[in-house]
């Protein structure tokens, strides 16, 4: 016989009208959205069916189809293939050889990085995600540069963490506001971002800028984490320079990745680099972050093999093809839209961006930067991201790695666009403009 309880259970199971299903969202589901998603998905995006869309969107730089990997780093992906040694797992935080070569290939004259002081992940998100996950809880505060790039915040709204941003000064490079930043600074300040180059802003930030940085860090005792996705990605006068090097007393995590360098966003490996010169991390984060790589179990391990070559073997000329690119479409983005007084142009140094400011207050029919973007999509095909993405509202943001003549095009659309919104049209011929003479009738 069965037991009172039991029979009670399938006595009422039996009686009941079968229910709906009712499967709540989680939380943490709920709070997780990329802030472009959110932006883009409330816009109007229709181009106008006349005129071939150009989409200066996506940070991807293989989506013009004009820089494909080298050939070096294909065939070293075909080889880790074939070997057949590569179809298990590795260790979850990276395998020897792998660390190895990233270690090779972030040392600098400055400061020599060890295999230890690393762990693999599945791309740089993945290595950020990581990163946080090590150092920052539920109720703690982030600090974040605006405008930024938008995954902090997106792992921040997961996490119930507060990202509190920082201003950069437009006019000043995009520098961080560093009264600003120690402001924000609290009790639960667990970590400062710093971005460089920066995704969206196109800057590089001077050696002695980083430097100031740190000496905030240091004042506070709070730790940076530098995503350095961008490392190398320059083709202004400002080389590069790694926060991770340049740390003396400052615990600092470098992220970076292969995905936008070597033109490979899909191949999906990154890294964590610790730098931590006084043992202030100790051996606690960085078994910390080890086990944090448990969660995944690693990056694909066929990457993982390929990376000592992809590393090694990949020509400079590869690079200087793409900085090359970016260095003419930026030119041909900051000369053309300076002259235009509705615009303001920041000149940008590396990544693969430049943000424009918008006046709106120069052009009718347009409200903000949002407006403008779905508008100029509308009238005349290009489509720009509006930089309230970012927190930057009236500025929107372009790729540099398109054809040159795809960015020659979306000026020219760009400055009709303007034309046909501009306040009080001039008669006279041409009128004053922060960049010098701006003649209208040479449109
Ligand atoms: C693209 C990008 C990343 C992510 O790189 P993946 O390796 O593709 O995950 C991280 N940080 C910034 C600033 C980026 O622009």
């Known amino acids: 016989m069965l037991p009172n309880n039991s029979t009670q259970k399938v006595c009422r199971m039996s009686t009941c009208e079968p229910k709906d299903w009712d499967i709540p969202v989680s939380y943490t589901a709920q709070n997780t959205f990329n802030p472009i998603r959110n932006v883009v ?52 935080y990276g395998c020897k050889e792998a660390r190895n070569a990233v270690a090779k290939y972030s ?59 920082y201003k950069l000064f437009p006019e000043n490079g995009w520098e961080v506001d560093l009264d600003d930043m120690a402001s924000l600074i609290d009790e639960r300040t667990k970590l400062i971002v710093v971005v460089n180059p920066s995704n969206p802003c196109g800057s590089v930030y001077k050696r002695e800028h980083l430097e100031e940085i740190l000496n905030i860090a240091e004042k506070y005792r709070v730790p940076v984490l530098c995503d350095e996705v961008y490392a190398h990605v320059t083709f202004g006068k400002e080389p590069f320079h790694s926060m991770g090097s340049l740390t003396k ?94 615009l303001y142009p920041v000149r940008s140094q590396g990544a693969m961006y430049m943000l424009i400011g918008i006046k709106v207050d120069r052009l009718h029919s347009v409200k903000d930067d949002v407006d403008f973007t779905q508008k100029l999509m509308a009238e005349q095909s290009v489509f720009v991201l509006p930089a309230t993405c970012f927190q930057c509202p009236n500025f929107f943001r372009v790729v540099l790695t398109c054809p040159v003549e795809v960015a020659r095009v979306a000026c020219e659309r760009i400055a009709q666009f303007c034309r046909d919104h501009r306040k009080n049209a001039l008669t006279n011929g041409h009128m004053e403009h922060e960049n010098g003479i701006y003649h209208v009738n040479g449109y």
Request: net charge neutral; proline share 7%.
């Open 249 to 342: 007393n400052v615990p600092v995590l470098v992220v970076g990745g292969i995905a936008k360098r070597f033109l490979v966003p899909g191949w999906r490996i990154g890294w964590i680099v610790i730098h931590d010169r006084n043992d202030s991390f100790g051996f606690k984060i960085r078994q910390a972050l080890r086990r944090l790589c448990q969660v995944i179990v690693g990056p694909c391990s066929v990457i993982q093999a390929a990376l000592p070559t992809i590393l090694s073997d990949c020509p400079t000329q590869f690079f200087e093809k793409t900085l090359n690119l970016m260095k003419k479409t930026s030119n041909i983005f900051y000369e053309s839209l300076s002259l235009l007084p509705e």
């Open 107 to 165: 040392s600098t004259p400055e400061y020599i990085v060890d295999a230890e002081d690393f762990v693999l992940a599945s791309g740089c998100s993945g290595a950020i995600e990581i990163a946080m996950n090590a150092l920052v809880d539920r109720g703690d505060n982030i600090l974040i540069p605006r405008p930024g790039f938008s995954l902090y915040k997106c792992i921040c709204g997961s996490r119930g963490i507060e990202a509190r941003s």
């Open 41 to 92: 998905e409330t816009m109007h995006i229709e181009e106008n069916p006349q005129l071939e869309v150009i989409r200066l969107t996506v940070g991807d730089p293989t989506v013009f189809g004009n820089l494909p990997p080298s050939e070096e780093c294909f065939r070293a992906l075909c080889d880790a293939i074939k070997s057949g040694k590569n179809n298990g797992y590795k260790p979850a």
